[in-house]
Every structure is written in C-alpha cells, then in structure tokens.
C-alpha cells in the first residue's frame, strides 16, 4: 500500500503537475479502490483514485461519470488520468454522505432530491456501453447467497427441498426482474453512495458497475437500504411518489401502482440476497468483517414483505428458523 501511496503523489507531481499539496486519506470501499482527498496549495480539494489496474478497471467509471455529467447530475468530473497505472484525480464532492445526514427532519429533503436525479438517470441516460443486467448475472449474484452466507459463513448444509425452494424463488425473482422496463441502473444508490452537497444535491459516487437493467432496482437500493432502515409504510410512500414522478417522466407508463410495488417488493428481495451474500464474501475472502453486521438489517427486509407473496413463504421459513438465530450475534439497529 505504501508503494502505491507513492507512486500516486509520484504521478500527482511529475504528470498532473501539482505543487505544495498534501494527501491523506478520504476513504477506502468494498473493492481494491482507495480514494485520497489531496489539498492543493490554495486550499481547494481534489479526490485522487487508487485503483489497481491488475484488480479494477478505471474505464467504466469514467465511461458513466462522462454520461451522467452531461445530464447535469453532480459527479466527480474526471480532471486527469493514468489508466495504466490506475490513477484518477477527480472533482471533490465532501464527505458528507447521506448516511451521515438522514434523519425523520432531514428524510423527506435528502430523499426527494435522490429520487428526483433518479429520475433524470432512467430518463435520459442511454444504454450505450452499459452491460446488460441479464438473468446470468442477476443468477450469479443471487448464488452470492448460499454460497458464502450460508455455506461458508453460517456453515449451514441445505435439505434437499430446501434447494429446490431457493431455485424456485431465484426464478420467481429473475422473471420479474426481467419483465420491468430497462433502465440505466446505478447499482448501488444508497445512502453511503449520496453525498449532500451545494446545488444540485446529492454527489452522486461508486457507479462504475453500472449496468441497463430493471427499473425498480436503484429505488429498492435507495429506500431499502442495507445501512439505514424506515418503517414499512413510510418506504411505501416515498417509492409510489417515485411510481407517479416516474409516469410523468416517460419512463413508466401503463402499470398501476399494485404491479410497480411487487415489482419493488421482489426486486428488493433480489438484491437483499445478493448483498448478504456479498457482505459474508467481504469478511471470508476479503477480511472485512465489518458488514456483518448489516446482514440481518438486510435479510429482515425480506421478512417484512415475505407474507404479501406465497411464494416466498419456504424463504422466510428458512430465514426465520435457521439463518436469523445464527446471526443473532451480529449488531443491528
């Protein structure tokens, strides 16, 4: 780490060409990546990106930072690059995340704006060079599930019937995902991806997976998020607010509100497989195990809608009785 650290001032100072700065760092997230915050010598800031190029590929970011900058939402503007050496000096948008700032005075605010750049995202971002978010990969990511959360986290064997109840519901899951209209998908809007900023809000960050796939996906990202939690009801209202601003903008038309909120219930089933799956990923293989402690926040999203759909009933039966009392240990609000 400390020979990457001096490669990027290296490359700060012989290639970008800044003087008197100094760097510490801002952040690091689930990937290789790391972010730097470097202050020039005039007090302003710039965000440099540490992104090995042998683990990750910087030109997906840049590819959807250049698309949504031209739809006039706030993200990091690319300002230098070295592809070869996976470094980026970005656009500095705070540190102030939404995480840091959502409460029951500020909610109704900071998630207005979310969902009104949503909005402008599903709206008008094209497709072009954004991967297709098929039912291959919404199966290889629902795979993250019994295969490191349960398997190799929880060391739990699964019956026979109870695998047969998971492939049933991974097919319930990737048809209704499939049939929704298809939109620029961000991937992971939520709240430690938003950032509150000066007009216009949010900074919007961490979108170089992103991917043309269903349209309720970001939504369920956003209003379920896997680090903070609303009631029930109040999510219900602010994704049929989304359901109606998305109608006037084109990008819903014929469907009625009960069909918009399963298509939200289960894609939100979808995802909170996946990212338990993910966050049991990031503690075995990554040594990372401060997620933990996000999984029964996330798989209780699905306790809370599994009683609307009877065909997920195996589901919650598996989660209540033999997943759930095995993450007893693990903090959750």
Not at 7 to 33: C, H, K, P, Y
Not at 205 to 224: E, K
Request: aromatic share 10%.
């Amino acid at each position: 780490m400390m020979q990457r650290l001096g490669m990027l001032e290296n490359w700060l100072a012989t290639q970008v060409g800044l003087t008197g700065f100094s760097i510490e760092a801002a952040s690091g997230d689930a990937s290789f990546r790391r972010y730097f915050r470097v202050t020039l010598a005039d007090g302003s800031t710039r965000i440099a990106m540490d992104a090995p190029p042998e683990k990750e590929d910087c030109r997906p970011f840049i590819r959807v930072a250049e698309k949504l900058e031209r739809l006039g939402l706030n993200v990091p503007t690319v300002y230098a690059r070295d592809l070869e050496q996976g470094f980026l000096l970005l656009k500095d948008l705070g540190s102030t995340h939404y995480l840091d700032a959502l409460n029951t005075q500020s909610a109704e605010r900071l998630y207005g704006d979310a969902l009104g750049a949503l909005v402008v995202i599903q709206a008008c971002a094209s497709e072009d060079g954004l991967p297709a978010y098929d039912e291959a990969l919404l199966r290889q990511e629902m795979a993250l599930f019994p295969d490191w959360l349960l398997t190799r986290q929880l060391g739990l064997e699964l019956f026979g019937d109870e695998v047969r109840m998971l492939e049933d519901v991974f097919e319930l899951l990737v048809a209704n995902a499939l049939e929704q209209p298809q939109v620029c998908v961000h991937r992971d809007y939520h709240s430690r991806n938003l950032l509150v900023t000066p007009s216009p809000s949010p900074g919007i960050i961490d979108f170089q997976d992103a991917v043309y796939g269903p349209v309720t996906y970001d939504l369920v990202s956003l209003l379920r998020d896997c680090y903070i939690s609303w009631p029930m009801a109040q999510v219900e209202a602010w994704a049929l607010g989304y359901f109606h601003l998305a109608k006037q903008s084109g990008v819903l038309r014929d469907q009625d509100e009960a069909h918009f909120l399963r298509w939200f219930d289960l894609m939100g089933v979808q995802r909170q497989l996946k990212a338990s799956g993910i966050f049991a990923r990031l503690n075995r293989r990554d040594g990372k195990p401060g997620y933990l402690k996000d999984i029964p926040r996330t798989l209780g999203y699905i306790l809370d809608v599994a009683g609307k759909y009877p065909q997920l009933s195996g589901l919650a039966q598996l989660l209540g009785e033999r997943v759930m009392p095995r993450l007893a240990g693990y903090a959750s609000d």
